[in-house]
């Protein structure tokens, strides 16, 4: 590939499967060791089925929807061609705001078409909290799954490659998408951005994916050597399974996303990245001979606990170290809350 070639169109396309009913859906969501496509998964939905008609066709119906209360909106100028990012000095190169819903649809009316049209972008809005009616006439059955189930509405954007704990279920309802995925272990090759800065609260990727700067980024060639793209019509579906990385991108004038979340483990366990905030915070910036310490300490309790790690404790006397329970997590929070207010 030569320099300043759009690499997207030669990665290598996520798999692509079929799926009788919701049991084998869920059948292969628990399968799978990778993200894969299932086309025309939500076809049937109205929402869809209004998306076809045309984009206003698609807010009407979202209109006959929504509750009547403020919802988030972040909007870019039009130089920034739907890329929500930073600025040069780091900053959000977006702005949010409150407004409601019949409001916003009215701007992205009266822009469509227009060459200098600002981006406007609704994400992760809760369907049940945010609308009527939407989320029981357009959904997946996810079985035994309790998912939270979002919307994510607006005109073409770009969000960087960034990853999310819980699996994911991206449903294409308007417009089209193209997601670029790329492995848990890819996350050094992408060149993460401040944790604590971020456009929506994960690190993203510094490096452009449609303009890769490779002697900045040069181990981002390597990224791209292990990801798959997926290209999206309204209707299809893409599982993300936990942790992997995407890089996603509205394509249309105006496009509608659902997707669902959900973690295979119990919701009162911690978050991952909490606990990584927190061993910045304590230890990253110890002498190198403590933190040596506090890694084995780190391998013994943690990544490779076995029994040996407890046998020499009764059962009984054990607390944390025995496995976790709803009411032993909910101790261990209130503790780390106190400790961390001191």
Known sequence: ??????????????????VADAGALGTQLYAAEGPFIVRGLVSDWPLVAAGRQSAKAARDYLLRHHRDRPFTVATGDAANEGRIFYDETMRMNFRSAQAKLPDIFAEIDGQEGRADARTIYLSSIDMKDYFVGLHEANQVNLGDRSPLASIWMGTPTRIAAHNDFPDNLACVAVG??????????????????????TPAGRA??????????????????QALDHALVAELEPGDALHIPSSWWHHVEGLDPFNVLVNYWWRDTPRWLGQPQNALHHAILAIRDLPEDERRHWRDMFDHYVFGADENVTAHISEAARGILSPLTPESASRLRMYLLRTLNQ
């Open 176 to 197: 089209r998408r193209r997601f670029t995925l790329f492995p848990p272990d890819q996350f050094a090759n992408l060149y993460l951005g401040p944790l604590d800065n």
């Open 204 to 221: 993203v990727s510094m490096a452009d994916i449609h303009a890769p700067d490779f002697d900045r980024f040069p181990r981002f060639r």
């Open 1 to 18: 590939m030569a320099e300043g070639d759009d690499p997207v169109g030669a990665l290598a396309r996520v798999p692509e499967i079929d």
